[in-house]
């Protein structure tokens, strides 16, 4: 019989808003810029404005057998994504046969900040519907340029939540992923078995959010992804009241569990 995995405590940091450790982003954005040079991704810059671009990456193998996209850092208080991204890139062990598209950061200003908004107050992962700010209209036209994905991944996390959890937005009934991603990831972090997690059903970690894709008017990134880039997303969820080392693992396993599951 296997030990339960031992697990980091909770620091019950997180009082009212997210209350744990910053990053210096451009410092990490140039970190990962550095790496995917010297791995062979090549730029392709989200261009904002002429006074700003976002860093982005592809890696396009010649027949792949999947496509996959995946972004980090839509909220500035939420550091493990870009520190994932940054891991994953240092890692260097991605499928031989897949292309991929990454955006490690979405939102630097929010992260020079340290909230959940960009620099003008507005939470970009609810503007993918009306498109009011100027990143969110960049990206779309970035998308715009990409191929379809089989497959997208938004890395976040929940200063709220008892543990790692998953959005699944499957419309088509693909063969799931979420059971295989869950399932790695409680090997470094706990899950969040709550039946009730900001507000929706879940069940063993994972919120089947396919439900609300016809009826929400706010649209976060994922639902721009289901309804115009891919028909199988993932949002990864890590726990923001746990070590940030156990925050940037559990989103890591999380990603490379859903890289082997994807058929």
Known sequence: MEDAPRYPQRLGRNIASYQGETIDIHKLLRDVQQVAKETGWQPIPLVVSPELELPAFQRVVARPRKTIYFSSGTHGDEPAGPLCV???????????DVTLFVIPCLNPGG????????????????????????????????????????????LHED???????????????????????????????????????????ACGGVICANRYLG?????PEAFYLIHHKTRLSYTLEGPSDFPLLTRVNALATGARAAFEALQ
């Open 86 to 96: 940054l891991r994953l890139f240092e890692e260097n062990a991605w499928p031989e």
């Open 159 to 201: 200063w709220e939540s008892h543990g790692f959890y998953v959005y699944e937005l499957n419309p088509d009934l693909q063969p799931s992923l979420a059971a295989h991603i869950v399932e790695r990831v409680k090997q470094v972090c706990p899950i969040d078995m709550s039946e009730l997690i900001e507000g929706r059903e």
């Open 215 to 219: 009826t929400r008017p706010d649209w």
């Open 111 to 154: 992260f020079a900040r340290n909230t959940r908004e960009n620099e003008d107050g507005v939470d970009l992962n609810r503007d993918y519907r009306s498109r009011k700010t100027a990143l969110v209209r960049a990206h779309i036209r970035w998308f715009e340029q990409r191929p379809r994905f089989d497959l997208s991944m938004c």
